[in-house]
């Protein structure tokens, strides 16, 4: 059994989120998705999301080709978790680059093309326009 591992926020869940963990689940046959806590988030990334990490954790547990759903707590965890869950390919959007190659030690690095045209920065900038439109309500 091939396991895959890939890190989010995963934050209004979108398409561009769906296209990457299917993308990701291709790659073998057990994917598991560390989706940042609000503690990292708030404390480590500078970012307050919409959903709560349960929130986030409930969605992503519903995900017919997500299989396991743990927590990021630190950025220092990846080399653990690799060893951890016996993780065959580690993968990332490509806008990571590089940033994780030091995992190839333990593991096969990927970094797949992120979804032209959508991001959970411009789903929330947009949000932030309809609200300040007068046409709502």
């Not at 995963?10 to 503690?39: F, M, P």
């Not at 349960?54 to 547990?61: G, P």
């Not at 093309?113 to 309500?137: A, C, H, L, W, Y």
Request: charged share 30%; glycine share 6%.
């Amino acid at each position: 059994m091939k396991r895959i591992l890939t890190y989010g926020t995963y934050d209004l869940l979108h398409y561009g989120h769906i296209n990457l963990l299917k993308r990701a689940k291709s790659l073998g046959d057990y994917l598991i998705v560390a989706i940042s806590t609000d503690e990292f988030n708030k404390n480590m990334k500078n970012k307050v999301c919409i959903q709560t990490y349960e929130e986030r954790k409930t969605i992503l547990e519903s995900l017919r080709f997500v299989d396991l759903v743990i927590p990021e707590e630190n950025w220092e965890q990846k080399i653990e978790d690799v060893k951890l869950y016996k993780i065959d390919t580690f993968c990332m959007g490509s806008d990571w680059e590089g940033k994780f190659d030091f995992l190839k030690n333990y593991c096969n690095v990927v970094y797949l093309p992120r979804t032209e045209g959508i991001s959970t920065t411009q789903r929330k900038g947009r949000i932030v326009q309809m609200f300040d439109s007068p046409n709502i309500g």
